[in-house]
């Protein structure tokens, strides 16, 4: 009798994270690194379920998170849950949970990098505006969006990819115990549904939100009782991310690279996004 009434008084050992919308937006990469240590540290959650529905978003913040939820994984379960989309840098971040749950109508992959540039200096000059540069160096104002880049420029920027993209692929290949080969001729940068994804060693099963809690609760043994954390934001952020990720795919990404992330900093325009995915978040 004792232990049920304890049962009910005690907080649920089961931990759901709602990770809804664009890395950098939506989903604020150091809030959320800080919400996983803080999961981490705290005795009373015995596992921890991402709950997943994100096109991916920058490539800082995608690593920043996957980086935080790897070191959670160390002690304690992480299960993912995709219900809708979980690509590019949302899948990076699902592949760092111990197993991944896909509902079957889910998208999944995307596995690159993308970068976008706005380029101003035609409307500018239309204004009458023209913009003077000083620098120290010829690569110093590399990827102004106030002139067209040099031949040099677009080389040395395609390495940044490259070694961006190495990244990635590597990464999901030791978090799915996939060869650097097999992981490389799944990463073109094309989504999967998740039962083609099964069938590439993406993800490990098909279900619901309820199946992944199942899974989680005999993996700890503990009861299905849950309760949901998102990471903490203020209602300014709310409101401007929800503005930015109205736009929608590219032109979402574009306004982020000339203006910077809602209540953020400016990410060079390196993403881990799919852009066929025109909204999401909450």
Not at 78 to 86: E, K, M, S
Not at 239 to 251: Q, V
């Amino acid at each position: 009798m004792f232990d049920e009434l304890l049962a009910q008084v005690r907080p649920p050992a089961l931990v759901v994270v709602d990770l809804q919308g664009v890395i950098g937006q939506a989903i604020r990469p150091l809030e959320t690194a800080r919400l996983f240590m803080k999961l981490r540290e705290d005795r009373g959650v015995h596992g921890v379920l991402l709950n997943i529905d994100s096109p991916g978003g920058s490539a800082g913040g995608s690593e920043m998170i996957t980086r935080a939820a790897q070191r959670l994984r160390e002690v304690k379960p992480v299960v993912a849950f995709v219900g809708t989309i979980g690509a590019s840098g949302g899948y990076m971040l699902a592949s760092a949970a111990e197993h991944i749950i896909a509902q079957p109508s889910a998208l999944l992959g995307s596995i690159g990098v993308i970068a976008y540039r706005p380029l101003v200096y035609d409307a500018l000059s239309r204004l009458g505006v023209r913009m003077d540069v000083a620098k120290s160096g010829r690569l110093k104002d590399m990827l102004s969006p106030f002139r067209e880049p040099t031949s040099e420029e677009k080389a040395k920027e395609q390495e940044l990819l490259d070694d961006m993209y190495n990244i990635f692929v590597e990464g999901v290949a030791q978090a799915r115990h996939l060869t650097s080969e097999d992981a490389r001729s799944l990463a073109t940068g094309e989504v999967y549904t998740a039962g083609q994804a099964l069938k590439h060693r993406l993800v490990d099963g098909l279900g619901d939100l309820d199946e992944a809690i199942d899974w989680l609760a005999a993996r700890t043994g503990e009861s299905r009782r849950v309760r949901t954390v998102r990471p903490k934001r203020s209602l300014r952020e709310l409101l401007l991310a929800r503005n930015t990720i109205a736009m929608g795919g590219p032109l979402g990404v574009a306004v982020q690279a000339l203006f910077g992330e809602p209540g953020g900093t400016l990410d060079g325009g390196y993403h881990y996004l799919y852009t066929g995915h025109s909204g999401g978040g909450r």
